[in-house]
């Protein structure tokens, strides 16, 4: 048990480093029902309930595998019924696989794909979001179609729900 308990704390140091889309400062903490980590391989395969926490930042998932490459987190892919993920108010994705390269900083949510940042909202049968431009590829398979809502609040310039609530509690 001590052997085990080295190698998963091997583990969770090594994702310290994971970075999405916001730089999230604290540790990284995974739980789940199972857990595996290889060393030399550099992976991680967790199931059932498998749930990520870092900041204000989670992800929730079946199955969940992590990649490492000399000693760094790579690559995050999760699978579910859906897999969620959500950072604060700003962000919320779930869809039946999640899969999120660190180096290009890219989510590929692909099966019922779903986003929410900042009120606007993507859906298709799969949905790539790059943590870097904000830049939102949807595609649509067999009858599923794309879809994008913009709220009308988000179509005034300058329009800031928190700046709305500001000034009229500010009002006498």
């Given at each position: 048990?001590?052997?085990?308990?080295?190698?998963?704390?091997?583990?969770?140091?090594?994702?310290s480093s994971i970075a999405c889309a916001a730089p999230v400062e604290g540790?990284?903490?995974?739980?789940?029902?199972?857990g595996r980590f290889e060393q030399d391989a550099g992976?991680?395969?967790y199931s059932g309930n498998?749930?990520?926490?870092?900041?204000n930042r989670s992800m929730q998932a079946d199955k969940m595998s992590l990649f490492t490459k000399n000693g760094e987190l790579?690559?995050?892919?999760?699978?579910?019924?859906?897999?969620?993920?959500?950072?604060?108010?700003?962000l919320e994705a779930h869809a039946g696989n999640l899969v999120y390269d660190i180096k290009a900083r890219t989510l590929v949510l692909t099966g019922d794909a779903f986003i929410r940042h900042k009120g606007n909202t993507f859906e298709g049968a799969k949905v790539e979001y790059s943590l870097d431009?904000?830049?939102?590829?949807?595609?649509s398979e067999g009858d599923q179609?794309?879809?994008?809502?913009?709220?009308?609040?988000?179509?005034?310039?300058?329009?800031?729900?928190?700046?709305?609530t500001d000034s009229e509690s500010s009002k006498p």
């Open positions: 048990m001590p052997r085990h308990r080295k190698a998963l704390g091997a583990c969770l140091a090594l994702f540790p990284i903490s995974v739980s789940a029902d199972r992976t991680g395969v498998v749930e990520l926490l870092q900041g790579v690559r995050v892919e999760a699978t579910g019924s859906p897999v969620k993920l959500s950072e604060g108010e700003d431009s904000k830049r939102v590829d949807a595609s179609r794309v879809r994008l809502v913009i709220p009308a609040e988000n179509q005034i310039p300058g329009n800031d729900k928190k700046d709305n």
